[in-house]
């Protein structure tokens, strides 16, 4: 996932770079604030280990190795702001010194890697262990989950960086200039090995290392974290609610997502000539495939195209889904999470005598 | 099967180690590009990067994957070691990256295989991608390779890195060293007292295991580190020191420079 020079284009290295540098300033100024002094050595300290842990060949379940970036224990152990300079330290010093990972970009890799691996090991970890003992196993579950999850996060954002380069960069004859891959064959490929492998040995790491360190030094792990103590899920509610308000942008987006179709649409011309032009030229079916006309009708939802029918206002209808949405997860989550943590108080009295 | 995951890593970090070694070495030989200042090296490879990121000709990455070769020879590079390390793994990765854009690439077919057709515009993009590869590779590594490490980060602060960021990268390296030698030591102890063999399972534990207490050691290290710092008077603030001089040769090396990047630039578009 560390992505060479060359793979992507000048002026997308430059936007996440920018978009990077906002980044580490704030962390800078939060963990100076948070750390004091301490902050110089700990995160160097924490980013050579990273660093040296990156090397560990991972033996993973069919006998295949793996390599572990370490952001979901970093991320557990330091919390967002430290983790996202921590590893942005290691990958600096992996690109300039061991030219793995490019100079020019140096500012995608961290921001894939480093700062949204960061928030989403974070979240995740946060998400899942919500209201666990400090001795539960849930906790183990949440970190091999924020591995997992963050390695991918990681890997789905270099896809669509990858995949972006030949819709906006080609010469006049239509050839591909820098990563020569569309979204379509960027993603699958970039998250075959991820889903599998990489993510693997990511969430064993995770896993391994937070059972010996909540073993061995509990006060690191029986907190959410040195530099995030005590905050509770302010910032994550905050987060949580700014995406709610955003979901009505879905509505900017022109014509329907691909592969999205319904049968009707291939009887409709302007959404035949949609479908073409989203499908490589490729002319659309005259007919609905009989499959598709056969299931398409097997569930109705009860909230079809995001807006429930009493609802006039698109945006309002969006804003209202996603509100339902997230309101189901939640439920869910704190039911799992009652029924897990009910689940374990008899091994606890056992344990006890 | 337990001895070769353990073998596997053991020789990870005496290759990370040896890399090491060989950078610093080379760094300190007497030819062209150690002889410039950190600062214009620095500016002038990175604008030569972002330049052959830039261009869209396949000649001009050529002539500067031909400059990078010929600063390397007027470094004392070796051109055996450059291509086993960097050109061969960097043509390797790319070539295998870029193979099926030959036939997944809309366009005009070029050439059938196996009833298969390569589009023109498959092979000038994976050309393309090879070519700008290798030139930048050869240019970035030709930075680190002639430039003592400490030298490079304090060549940072040009590019206006903050200090803080710049005594951190250092102390990462010097610490990435020190780890790397210390879970060198970790794997070869358990490794020479162990006789059996190892499943998939107690393998992972004991490379988990090792990262765990790796981990410990790290931190029990920043702790000792940030009071060593303290002991000396740290008080937050970093300082660095700063002896870098322009001279004469560096103001020629910086027209030269600054000619090659218009020129490919221009050439390039």
């Known amino acids: 996932m560390h992505i060479p020079d060359g793979y992507l284009s000048p002026s997308t290295c430059a936007v996440m770079y920018a978009a990077s540098s906002g980044c580490w300033w704030t962390a800078l100024r939060r963990t100076r604030r948070k750390l004091f002094g301490r902050t110089l050595p700990l995160l160097s300290l924490f980013a050579a280990f990273s660093f040296v842990t990156m090397m560990f060949n991972l033996p993973l379940p069919g006998g295949t190795t793996g390599h572990a970036v370490g952001v979901g224990i970093a991320a557990i152990v330091l919390g967002p702001w430290a983790s996202l300079l921590a590893i942005s330290l290691a990958l600096t010093i992996q690109a300039l010194f061991f030219g793995d990972g490019g100079i020019t970009t140096l500012g995608a890799n961290c921001f894939n890697m480093a700062i949204a691996g960061s928030f989403a090991a974070w979240g995740i970890y946060r998400l899942v262990s919500m209201g666990a003992a400090a001795d539960s196993r849930r906790r183990v579950v949440a970190a091999a989950l924020a591995g997992y999850g963050a390695i991918n996060f990681s890997a789905l954002l270099a896809a669509i960086e990858f995949g972006i380069q030949p819709m906006l960069f080609h010469d006049a004859t239509g050839a591909p200039l820098y990563a020569p891959y569309s979204l379509r064959v960027a993603i699958p490929a970039m998250m075959a090995g991820h889903l599998t492998i990489a993510g693997a040995a990511e969430a064993v790491m995770s896993a391994g290392l937070f059972s010996y360190l909540r073993r061995n030094e509990p006060e690191l792990v029986g907190v959410t974290g040195l530099a995030e103590k005590r905050q509770g899920l302010r910032g994550l509610w905050g987060a949580l609610a700014l995406v709610l308000l955003l979901t009505p942008l879905g509505i900017v987006a022109s014509g329907a997502a691909w592969g999205e179709w319904a049968p009707k649409d291939f009887g409709n011309s302007a959404a035949r000539a949609q479908i073409a032009a989203a499908s490589g030229n490729a002319a659309a079916p005259a007919a609905a495939p009989s499959g598709l006309a056969r299931l398409a009708n097997l569930w109705t939802a009860p909230l079809p ?3 429930p029918h009493f609802v006039k206002s698109a945006g309002f209808g969006y804003l209202l889904s996603a509100m339902f949405g997230v309101g189901v997860i939640l439920a869910v989550a704190w039911a799992a999470g009652r029924w897990m943590g009910k689940a374990e108080q008899p091994a606890k009295h056992g344990d006890g005598q | 099967m337990s001895a070769g995951v353990i073998a596997k890593t053991v020789r990870g ?10 950078s610093e070495n080379s760094a300190h030989e007497r030819g062209l590009l150690q002889a410039l200042d950190p600062r214009v090296k620095l500016v002038g490879m990175l604008a030569l990067v972002v330049t052959a990121a830039l261009a869209r000709k396949l000649p001009v990455m050529g002539a500067l994957f031909g400059l990078g070769v ?29 193979a099926p854009a030959l036939f997944l690439t809309p366009g005009e077919t070029a050439y059938t295989l196996g009833g298969v057709a390569i589009t023109a515009q498959g092979v000038r993009s994976a ?9 930048a590779v050869t ?22 890195v903050p200090v803080e960021v710049i005594a951190m990268l250092a102390m990462t390296h010097r610490y990435v060293v020190l780890l790397t030698e210390t879970a060198n030591a970790m794997f070869e102890a358990r490794q020479s007292r162990m006789v059996g063999r190892l499943n998939g399972r107690e393998q992972r534990r004991l490379m988990v295991n090792t990262g765990g207490v790796l981990l410990s050691k790290t931190l029990e290290m920043g702790n000792e580190v940030f009071l060593a710092m303290q002991a000396r008077g740290f008080r937050g ?17 910086m027209s030269g420079f600054a000619a090659a990047v218009v020129a490919a630039a221009l050439a390039g578009r």
Do not use: C, N, Q
């Open chain 2, 237 to 253: 603030e970093v300082r660095l020191l700063t002896e870098f001089r322009l001279r004469g040769w560096d103001y020629v090396a």
């Open chain 2, 70 to 98: 010929a600063l390397a020879l007027g470094s004392r590079l070796s051109l055996w070691s450059l291509a086993k390390r960097v050109w061969l793994v960097a043509f390797a990765f790319t070539a295998m990256i870029a």
């Open chain 1, 305 to 307: 195209d995001y807006a």
């Open chain 2, 13 to 22: 970090f005496s290759g990370a180690l040896g890399r090491t070694l060989v």
């Open chain 2, 139 to 160: 240019l970035s590594t030709l930075l680190v390779l002639t430039t003592p490490w400490m030298h490079l980060l304090k060549a940072l602060r040009t590019l206006m």
């Open chain 2, 127 to 135: 050309l393309l991608l090879i070519a700008r590869v290798e030139a």
